[in-house]
Each structure stands twice: as structure tokens, then as C-alpha cells.
């Protein structure tokens, strides 16, 4: 028993020591409006899909599972965003199920 409330101590003590911290939030925006869901749960991915050198927006939405693609017309430095349509393969729209 004193073994398992050592190591819960121990625990609790390691993760109080680590509390994040987090900075304000920003907005993200694609051709001068912000990016906005419907229902809000998004699931975010920055790569570069053109391979031009700049990172480009991809953005997951849960209620329809749809993946909304933005290529990024600036630099890293200075994105500006542009919506290039929903993710396709072969003319259709991808879609990753939720549940």
C-alpha cells in the first residue's frame, strides 16, 4: 500500500511540475475571411502538398468528415491562404468517417 501511494505521489508531483502554458489565441484566415466550421471540431494539418516550399492548410471537418484544402499563396513567414476546394481523388470528394 505505502508502494502505491509513493508512486501516485510521485506522479501527481511530475505532472503538477509540468502545467502548460498556453498563449492567446489567433484566427486563421483563407481569401480575407476567417476560416469558420459549422459545428467547430477540426482536425488541422500544415504540409507542403504543392511541393512550392511554403506549408498549405489542410482542414478536417468532423460533421461531414470532408477535408478542406488551402494552398498557401504567401510564404511561411506570411501565409495568405487561399480555398482550393474539398480533398478529391478522381473527381470525388475524400471523406474520413467519424466513430
Known amino acids: 500500500m505505502k508502494l502505491i501511494?509513493?508512486?501516485?505521489?510521485?506522479?501527481?508531483?511530475?505532472?503538477?511540475?509540468?502545467?502548460?502554458?498556453?498563449?492567446?489565441?489567433?484566427?486563421?484566415y483563407a481569401d480575407a475571411q476567417r476560416i469558420d466550421l459549422p459545428i467547430g471540431h477540426a482536425s488541422p494539418l500544415v504540409t507542403d502538398w504543392d511541393g512550392d516550399g511554403d506549408k498549405d492548410l489542410f482542414v478536417g471537418r468532423f460533421q461531414s468528415g470532408n477535408i478542406m484544402v488551402y494552398t498557401n499563396d504567401g510564404t511561411n513567414d506570411s501565409p495568405i491562404l487561399a480555398y482550393s476546394g474539398l480533398l478529391q481523388a478522381g473527381g470525388t470528394n475524400l471523406s474520413v468517417p467519424s466513430g
Open 5 to 28: 501511494l509513493l508512486l501516485l505521489f510521485a506522479t501527481a508531483a511530475t505532472v503538477l511540475a509540468d502545467v502548460p502554458s498556453y498563449e492567446d489565441y489567433w484566427y486563421v
